[in-house]
């Protein structure tokens, strides 16, 4: 019984372990592209089993946690997996399975030889190192990890929009990193402990609570700039239109949702004390990232940057939940982001699709893809229609949700703000869809395919393709059979409200 229990506790740490051991191999096969193809490929689908053995595991025993190198909480670095962050392994994993085949099919070998593999396995252990950690100053760690693989993953290929871009990445996110390391100085002078369990059972007994409101404050700026709320967002639309279409959809899916994660959890489980001095902050900031964000995007007509600016408008949407904290808004701001990082990264996909049949992004240089795929066509609607949120695909019951927790509690204006944003969301939908896939093609040709397109073989068009129907699927799934979705949201919700089980399983009181 206990080997058992040893085996599920270890099985917890197997998400970072994982991707760090591949990605060390592929150094090895530096020289051979295909065999970091299928160490990729083949890491992606270990950390997928492993986070769907953890998620039931969690779902059906509770709170898992590990404490490293047998240094008891609050002193040593704890591991945690609870329904949150079970949940979020599981889409990265998904969302690292679905890259790994895109990339195969999109990324050109060059790039591939620069060791993009590699990195992309450093990105995936530094994600989930964030969403599994218990420990404040590791959470930092993990963000450092990410911020410098994807920095390089950015610039790989060296153009000058893509350094450009990764300038103004690193340049804001390393401002963020140095707030984000001084709130920890700070918490740790007053509370002695970093450990997030630990913390949140000492703030109330901390006599100076105006230093630590200031604390959460810096907390949330530092979070509030991986997130992109506002007006803290500049960074993400004059970076994520750069690299190849692959890093661009993992990036729109997974980072900007560390740190969404990141403020959710600081503030039910650790803050959860200043909560009414943080809400009215978050529920400006949640309206004015949702305004800013549809607005800027109906400004573009570039596909990935109209993209890129909707990553931030949905943001919006989320913050929002974490503003309202009801149990019900909490819920449809995990919801939420489940739906978000599905659809938004299949767009992505599928503007990289586009890219490879047209050879531009740009709106006014596409046009007749439809009458040439059809299928293509049809598999943007999918994401696109969820995205606005139109029945009964998932972006309607995830804003059905937040909207309905918003009514509740009699928050009409930023109710009628989000509604607004969603008929906001469809005119570019929309726009997107006349431009790219239903008008006529501007340069008048027969075959919409350009000599790129025509070079790939079938089994890379193959790989390109196939993650945006599983993808697409997922959508569906979701949308069809909303309730199973939401019914785990809202225990997530739940346990992230009731802080007692989560500090009880870390320092391991009765």
Not at 315 to 340: D, Q
Not at 355 to 375: A, H, Q, R, W
């Amino acid at each position: 019984m206990k080997l058992i229990e040893s085996i599920t506790m270890l099985i917890i740490i197997l998400p970072i372990i994982l991707p760090l051991t591949f990605s060390v191999m592929m150094l090895f096969f530096w020289k051979s592209v295909k065999i970091q193809r299928a160490l990729n490929l083949l890491a992606t689908l270990f950390s997928l089993i492993c986070s769907l053995i953890i998620f039931v595991e969690v779902n059906n025993s509770g709170i898992i946690s590990l404490q490293v190198g047998g240094w008891q909480a609050p002193f040593g670095i704890s591991i945690v997996a609870d329904l949150l962050s079970s949940i979020m392994v599981i889409i990265t994993a998904v969302i690292g399975l679905t890259t790994a085949l895109f990339s195969i099919g999109s990324i050109d070998e060059s790039r591939e030889r620069y060791l993009y593999y590699p990195l992309l396995q450093f990105l995936l252990m530094g994600i989930n190192g964030a969403f599994l950690t218990g420990d404040i100053f590791n959470l930092y760690v993990w963000f450092e990890v990410m911020l410098i693989s994807s920095f390089v993953l950015l610039s790989l290929g060296g153009r000058r929009a893509q350094l450009e871009g990764a300038i103004k990445y690193v340049t804001l996110n390393l401002l963020s990193s140095a707030i984000f390391l001084a709130a920890v100085g700070i918490l740790y002078g007053l509370a002695g402990t970093l450990n997030m369990a630990d913390v949140s059972r000492k703030i109330p007994f901390i006599e100076n609570q105006e230093l630590v409101n200031v604390v959460a404050v810096l907390f949330l700026i530092a979070f509030g700039v991986k997130a992109a709320i506002f007006p803290l967002f500049f960074w993400l639309p004059a970076s994520y239109h750069t690299p190849p279409a692959a890093v661009s959809a993992i990036f729109a899916g997974l980072l900007t949702k560390v740190g969404v994660y990141a403020i959710i959890r600081f503030f039910t489980t650790v803050f959860i004390y200043n909560s009414d001095f943080i809400k009215d902050i978050l529920l400006v900031s949640a309206a004015l990232t949702m305004l800013t964000g549809v607005l800027g995007a109906a400004a573009q007509n570039n596909f990935r940057k109209i993209l890129s600016f909707h990553i931030i408008s949905q943001i919006g949407y989320m913050i929002l939940g974490v503003a309202l904290f009801s149990p019900l808004a909490i819920a449809g701001a995990i919801f939420y982001i489940i739906h978000h990082i599905i659809v938004k990264t299949n767009l992505f996909f599928i503007s990289g699709y586009v890219k490879k049949l047209k050879g531009s992004y740009n709106l006014k240089e596409l046009g007749g893809v439809y009458k040439f795929y059809p299928m293509l066509g049809l598999l943007f609607l999918i994401p696109a229609l969820s995205l606005a949120g139109i029945p009964p695909l998932s972006g309607f019951w995830a804003k059905f949700v937040l909207i309905k927790a918003g009514l509740e509690l009699k928050e009409f204006l930023v109710v009628g703000i989000a509604l607004l944003v969603g008929l906001l969301t469809l005119f570019s939908m929309t726009k997107i869809w006349n431009e790219v896939f239903w008008k006529d093609d501007p340069q008048n040709s027969e075959n919409v395919t350009d000599i790129t397109y025509k070079s790939l073989t079938s089994g890379k068009k193959f790989m390109m393709i196939l993650p945006i129907i599983i993808l697409a699927f997922i959508t569906i799934v979701i949308g069809f059979y909303a309730e199973p979705f939401f019914n785990i949201a809202n225990e997530s919700a739940m346990q992230l409200l009731d802080s007692s089980n989560y500090i009880n399983s870390v320092l391991g009181l009765k």
